[in-house]
Nanobody, 120 residues
């Protein structure tokens, strides 16, 4: 089994910063992509940012220049540094990990979600 533990969400004022963390543990052989998604009430999850094992990144247009995704491969951890936060960034943020298990099975796991609230 693989578990993801997220941390770092909370309440922040307009223009403030937060840093999300997501640590993966368990029967992980390798991790390819790690990413952050967010979900607004009544809507589907949308990609915020993703990073591959080689460090290539992809961002939603709405967060480019404000958010930075990074990862610590040795600790199977992904981070999302969020700066210049806006009220429209208010959402539940989910960590996502894709890779393979020790039995070489495809692996995709979601975190439990962490709420980010930006007040104006």
């Amino acid at each position: 089994q693989v578990q993801l533990v997220e941390s770092g969400g909370g309440l922040v004022q307009l223009g403030g910063s937060l840093r999300l963390s997501c640590a993966a543990s368990g029967s992980i052989f390798s991790i390819n992509a790690m990413g952050w998604y967010r979900q607004y009430p009544g809507r589907q999850r949308e990609l915020v940012a993703a990073i591959t094992s080689s460090g290539s990144t992809n961002y939603a247009d709405s967060v480019k220049g404000r958010f930075t995704i990074s990862r610590d491969n040795a600790k199977n951890t992904v981070f999302l540094q969020m700066n210049s936060l806006k009220p429209e960034d208010t959402a539940v943020y989910y960590c996502n990990v894709e890779g393979s298990t020790w039995s070489k099975r495809y692996l995709e796991v979601w975190g439990q979600g962490t709420l980010v609230t930006v007040s104006s």
